[in-house]
């Protein structure tokens, strides 16, 4: 990609060279984590969560009012990840977990009992 853009962009193509090691920083973890790690659509539908709730209100007294109305958005949406929504299911944030913080690819046998103890 670098070499296609060097030819007509030479700024835009040393900046991704500069940058390689942090865009490539996800094949750090597990391969089937990717899709994951790539995608930001849960900050997306938070995002649109805050965006309908506030459209709602229009105009807002004053900041403050913003402000506990985004907070109680952000804590409802707390309370629903543990129990409702898995993004990335235990065994692969373990395996994750294992493999940034050991330094070695994780061993297909490790289970999140083992990790956790």
């Known amino acids: 990609m670098v070499a296609v853009l060097e ?4 700024d835009a193509a ?3 060279d500069e940058a390689r090691a ?3 920083a996800f094949t750090g973890f ?3 984590i990717w899709r994951q790690i790539w995608s930001n659509n849960p900050q997306e539908r938070l995002n649109k969560e805050i965006r309908r709730r506030t459209d709602v209100v229009g105009i807002f007294p004053d900041r403050g009012a913003i402000i506990r109305l985004v907070g109680a958005v952000l804590m409802e949406q707390t309370d629903e990840w543990p ?3 898995r993004y ?3 065994e692969s944030l373990a395996k994750a977990r294992l493999r940034i913080i050991a330094g070695d690819p994780p061993n297909e046998n490790t289970t999140t009992q083992a990790i956790t103890a």
């Open 14 to 16: 040393a900046h991704l």
């Open 30 to 32: 597990p391969r089937e």
């Open 83 to 85: 129990e409702a929504r």
């Open 7 to 10: 030819a007509k962009h030479p």
């Open 22 to 24: 942090d865009l490539l």
């Open 88 to 90: 990335m299911g235990l």
